[in-house]
C-alpha cells in the first residue's frame, strides 16, 4: 500500500493517465469520425449536382429529340420525368436490397 506522502502523486499519475486515455480513445475517434463524415457530405452534394445537371442535360436531349411542337415538348418533359423516377427508384432498390433493409 501507498504511503499518505505519496499519494498527491499517484493522484497527479491518475489525472494524467485519465486525460492521455480520454483524449486517445474519445477525441481522437471524433476527429477521424468528422473527417469521414464531412467527406462524405461532400461527396453526396457533388454527386446530388452531377445527378442534377445530368437530368437536365437528358431533359434537354429527349425534348429536342421529339418532333416540333408543344405537344411534342410536352410528351418530352413527361418520358423524361417518367426515366428519372424509373432511375431514382432502381437506385433506392438496389441500395435497400445491398443493406438489408
Same mark, same amino acid.
Given at each position: &500500500? !501507498?504511503?499518505?506522502?505519496?499519494?498527491?502523486?499517484? /493522484? $497527479?499519475?491518475?489525472?494524467? &493517465?485519465?486525460?492521455?486515455?480520454?483524449? @486517445?480513445?474519445?477525441?481522437?475517434?471524433?476527429? @477521424?469520425?468528422? $473527417?469521414?463524415? +464531412?467527406?462524405?457530405?461532400?461527396?453526396?452534394? !457533388?454527386?446530388? /449536382?452531377? &445527378?442534377?445537371?445530368?437530368? /437536365? #442535360? +437528358?431533359? $434537354?436531349?429527349?425534348?429536342?429529340? &421529339?418532333?416540333?411542337?408543344?405537344?411534342?415538348?410536352?410528351?418530352?418533359?413527361?418520358?423524361? #420525368?417518367?426515366?428519372?423516377?424509373?432511375?431514382?427508384?432502381?437506385?433506392?432498390?438496389?441500395? !435497400? $436490397?445491398?443493406?438489408?433493409?
Amino acid at each position: &500500500m !501507498a504511503n499518505p506522502s505519496e499519494l498527491p502523486e499517484l /493522484i $497527479r499519475e491518475f489525472t494524467d &493517465m485519465s486525460k492521455e486515455y480520454l483524449l @486517445q480513445e474519445t477525441v481522437e475517434p471524433a476527429k @477521424q469520425l468528422g $473527417r469521414f463524415a +464531412g467527406f462524405s457530405v461532400g461527396a453526396a452534394f !457533388a454527386f446530388a /449536382i452531377g &445527378m442534377l445537371l445530368l437530368g /437536365i #442535360a +437528358g431533359t $434537354r436531349w429527349i425534348v429536342r429529340a &421529339m418532333p416540333d411542337g408543344p405537344n411534342w415538348t410536352a410528351l418530352g418533359y413527361v418520358v423524361s #420525368a417518367t426515366a428519372l423516377v424509373v432511375i431514382a427508384s432502381i437506385i433506392v432498390w438496389l441500395t !435497400a $436490397r445491398d443493406t438489408g433493409s
